[in-house]
């Protein structure tokens, strides 16, 4: 049973250059979150998908923006980059049924992001 | 601001200790509560999840609950050098639960188990 996936693994971009970063989620989930952690800090929610909408967003500006794929994949694409978006992307899934309310979050393994 | 507050460390316990994580929120209506171990590099991984006041126990884990008091706990018992790593404390916002994916995380404590 897949975990959570994410690719690429690592990526090293410069300023004012656009970023899209990939996950597919665990067997059986269909919703998808993402979080920024930058060095030293908890992950910071960004935003979360289910239903290939956004439900959910944190206090990101608009140059942090996703998608979810009819197979519950998502994206997460940042344009403008800059310096201070160097940090690990986590994403993670869940379920959202009933009986799931409470189910915890499973994390992939993330994307390191280089501004440079 | 809905805060998750943890002692960043580092705590420092020697091998066979126990180990006690603590943390507080601010969110009274918060119902989710989850512990993760993260590795230096590495993505969070789940330890345990909490949602009713007291203790929970798995394993070498204890987590301990207090709404009133908004305040969550682990407990490492029997602690060993492999348990060194930033414990992260989250919790879910108020009204929603943990499967809809909009944790609030603490910064962590770093653990170090000295051999």
């Known amino acids: 049973d897949a975990g959570v996936t994410q690719s690429p693994t690592h990526l090293i971009k410069t300023r004012g250059q656009q970023v899209t970063l990939r996950c597919s989620p665990k067997s059986g989930h269909d919703t998808v979150s993402w979080y920024q952690q930058a060095l030293g800090q908890g992950p910071q929610f960004i935003f979360q998908?289910?239903?290939?909408?956004?439900?959910q967003r944190g206090n990101f500006p608009d140059r942090f923006s996703g998608h979810q794929f009819p197979n519950y994949s998502s994206e997460l694409n940042v344009n403008a980059l800059l310096l201070g978006d160097s940090a690990l992307y986590l994403c993670?899934?869940?379920?959202?049924?009933?009986?799931?309310?409470?189910?915890?979050?499973?994390f992939g393994n993330g994307t390191r992001l280089t501004v440079t | 601001q809905k805060e998750v507050e943890q002692n960043s460390g580092p705590l420092s316990v020697p091998e066979g200790a126990i180990a006690s994580l603590n943390c507080t929120y601010s969110?009274?209506?918060?119902?989710?509560f989850f512990w993760y171990r993260q590795y230096s590099g590495k993505s969070p991984e789940l330890i345990m999840f909490i949602y009713s006041n007291g203790d929970k126990e798995d394993g070498r884990f204890t987590a301990q609950l207090n709404k009133a008091s908004q305040y969550v706990s682990l407990l490492i018992r029997d602690s060993q050098p492999s348990d060194s790593a930033t414990y992260l404390c989250a919790v879910t916002p108020g009204g929603y639960g943990g499967s809809q994916g909009n944790l609030i995380f603490g910064k962590g404590t770093k653990l170090s188990v000295k051999p």
């Open positions: 993670a899934s869940s379920s959202r049924g009933l009986d799931s309310y409470n189910s915890p979050l499973h």
């Open positions: 998908y289910y239903e290939e909408e956004e439900r």
């Open positions: 969110d009274r209506g918060s119902q989710s």
